[in-house]
């Protein structure tokens, strides 16, 4: 068989097929989920393409302890499963490839599975989404009437931008951080604002200012104007701060 020819050059007495019906492959092979219980993997060879499965066992495993109901956790999802070039059809993993490259897709796919299955990630994801999401949906409440900008830009690098823009004679740019990458391009960001001369004053609201390492907390603190080190500090002094910025 093709297949197998395949899969047996790559890995050797590794792997085995076992058909569970006509042109489905079961794949036995040393790859493992946490509990000791091994990856179900499929290859399926019914159309001219092959597509490496699942039938739903990878999210039914993730079910057991992680609930997937919400729009927010539904979209962190397909974003996982889109980063890892797989596709998501009605709760089942698939990748799809040519029979030649079954070996490559194979791998891909165990990666695809690995990521999913990993529950830490997709909670990582969920709080940094909701927190970028109450950061949004606060400043768009409290300071309706100060016709916000997002994602500025006033550089010719688009990477070098502002969550949000306050207008005035000195903008005030906001940037929420959830992590330390984000410190790090906060700090990267106004740096190269000031260096340019970018007329602005600087606001950041963090998640947790105690969970980034020292070096990001040190480096934001001496490079940005003020700081909220928690989402409900901002809530409960924020507004007064910025007007009391504006009529200065």
Known sequence: MELLDNLLKQFGSQ??????????FRLYAPVFHEDGDMYSIYFDTTEDQLIIRDFGDT????????????????????????ANRGELDDGELLVRANMSQASQALMQYTQLVSKVSDIDILRQENVKSLFYEQLDNLIEARFTDL?????????????????????????????GVLEDSKAAKVVITCLNFQAQRVPFRSLVVYENFESLSTFNRNQLTNTVGKQYTTLEDFRAQGEQYISDELLA
Request: a positive charge; aromatic letters at 8%.
């Open 15 to 24: 792997v085995s097929l076992e058909e569970t019906e006509p042109n489905i």
């Open 59 to 82: 999210l039914m495993r993730v079910s057991y302890t992680y609930d997937i109901r919400t729009a927010r956790q539904r979209k962190i999802l397909s974003d996982i499963v889109a």
């Open 147 to 175: 016709h916000i900008e997002k994602n500025v830009t006033p550089l010719r690098d688009k990477d070098l931008k502002a969550d949000y823009s306050i207008p005035h004679k000195r903008p005030l740019y906001i940037f």
